[in-house]
């Protein structure tokens, strides 16, 4: 016999194998024993979790020649058939390749023609892909069918089911299989094979696979294919072309030390080595999702993947959560927008240009945070000096400009401190005396009536407000200044 994958040879053959879905494997296990069958069921959840390993399960239970029983003996010739998809009384249907109304009629036909074993089941897969026609079709069968059929449904994509379905079925929602147990498995096949796999290696194989059994055995399956005996995380690292961590780490303390000739010198240096860009920055926002849940205070290894040393550096201390919000809002627009790019790789420089200036820039919140105090200020000091100080706050960044920088000012942000500034300038002028000239005799009283004079034309000067220029000229200096 030829190769079996790992997903098929350990898919289980019993309801106590089947680890993960606690709730689903309950109430099924009642129904047999209590003889209380539906005559529909609906599996939903996500991929590779064990659905239609479920379903196969129910009608092995059902079909047993021991049973109705919740252990299959799996030597009869029913359980037998079952599990090499041969049974003529479990009918597996793929939903992607029969959507049709003509499908559907022939199942109704068939359903006419009683079963050689107790029952009749159909298992259809990706039910979801079935056409409104297809479905409606179906809706008088699965509601009142003969007592020897039984149908079971299976998707990914429960909203794509009709509501007049669901409420036709008993509906199960199977869950993701979490990262221990995904290891936890892995490891038993290690052990159960005579292979070696380090720590790092499983905690890959539990993140890609995303809650998936399935995936993770494959992922295994082709591990060990170009490993061998022994997994080493360090080897697999540079074949797959995964980006290092520790040079995205290094990334992150250049940019903190503002050097961005070391950050691009690091990026074309992994481009030279074969590290593809989407997978660049899908690995660099990984990273910093799992930093700014260690500055979050999460401690939970499978959350945060990677050691508290490595999170830990004293060169991230001097990053912000809002540091790390802007970076990461930053790779998910980038990801977005590679795919409409003349060159990604331009993208990735210019992303990895700017964040030599990230501690530089201010997050929306920090900076309606001070303009919140500056107004604070305002409104409570009555001198020029309490006004001074509060607009530098404003004006001043987190961290302190080199020389010949511009402010990273934003137009929303200039107009409200613009606003508040002549809400100062006109408490001072209130708080001033207002003087005004007399008016200047006519010269010429044969002037014609309605022209202006040159005094008109430039306007009374007395009202010039020098408080509300030295409050302007106190919000905008940096950047008068640069």
């Not at 080493?232 to 050097?259: C, M, N, Q, R």
């Not at 790019?341 to 929306?364: T, Y």
């Not at 400009?401 to 402010?407: A, I, K, W």
Request: aromatic residues 8%.
């Amino acid at each position: 016999m030829g190769f079996i994958s790992t997903a098929n040879r350990k898919r289980p053959q019993d309801f106590n194998e089947l680890e993960g879905q606690d709730f689903v494997v309950t109430t099924i296990r009642n129904a047999i024993e209590n003889n209380r069958f539906a005559h529909a069921y609906l599996f939903a959840g996500p991929r590779g979790v064990g659905k239609t390993t479920s379903a196969r399960l129910l009608a092995k239970s059902l079909n047993c020649k021991h049973g109705p029983s919740i252990h299959p003996c799996n030597k009869c010739e029913s359980c037998v058939g079952i599990t090499a998809s041969s049974s003529i009384d479990c009918i597996e249907i793929d939903g992607a390749s029969n959507t049709s109304v003509e499908d559907i009629r022939r199942i109704k036909s068939d359903i006419m023609y009683p079963p050689s074993s107790r029952f009749k089941i159909y298992i259809i897969d990706e039910v979801h892909m079935l056409s409104n026609s297809a479905f409606n079709a179906l809706l008088k069968t699965i509601e009142e069918p003969p007592d020897y059929v039984i149908f079971i449904f299976a998707t990914t994509e429960i909203q794509k089911v009709p509501q007049t379905i669901k409420s036709r079925c008993q509906f199960f929602r199977f869950k993701s299989i979490g990262q221990d147990l995904v290891k936890g498995r892995i490891r038993s096949l290690c052990d159960e094979l005579g292979m070696s796999i380090d720590d790092q290696s499983l905690s890959y194989i539990a993140r890609e696979s995303e809650g998936s059994m399935r995936d993770a055995y494959t992922i295994f399956d082709q591990l060990s294919s170009f490993c061998g005996k022994s997994i080493v995380f360090g080897k697999i690292e540079k074949e797959l072309l995964l980006t290092p961590y520790e040079k995205i780490a290094d990334i992150l303390s250049l940019a903190v030390k503002e050097d961005a000739k070391g950050i691009l010198e690091t990026f074309f240096d992994l481009q030279r080595n074969g590290v593809q860009n989407e997978q660049f920055v899908s690995d660099f926002a990984f990273f910093i999702r799992c930093l700014l849940l260690h500055k979050s205070g999460i401690s939970d290894r499978d959350m945060t993947y990677f050691s508290p040393e490595v999170l830990s550096r004293p060169d991230f201390a001097s990053l912000t959560p809002d540091n790390l919000n802007l970076i990461l809002d930053d790779l998910l627009k980038l990801y977005r927008d590679m795919r409409y790019s003349i060159n990604p790789g331009f993208d990735c420089e210019l992303f990895l240009a700017n964040l030599a200036r990230i501690r530089m820039r201010l997050s929306n919140f920090e900076i309606a945070k001070r303009l919140a105090a500056y107004e604070r200020s305002s409104s409570d000091g009555d001198s020029d000096s309490d006004s001074g100080e509060a607009a530098a706050t404003i004006a001043q960044p987190a961290q302190a400009r080199p020389v010949g920088t511009v402010s990273p000012t934003r137009p929303e942000s200039a107009a409200k401190r613009a606003a508040s500034s002549s809400r100062a300038a006109s408490r001072h002028q209130a708080d001033a005396p207002s003087v005004k000239a007399p008016a200047p005799e006519r010269a010429d009283s044969g002037k014609a009536e309605g022209s202006a004079t040159d005094s008109d034309m430039v306007g009374d000067v007395s009202n010039y407000d020098v408080a509300a220029e030295d409050a302007f000229f106190d919000v905008f200096k940096d950047d008068l200044i640069n």
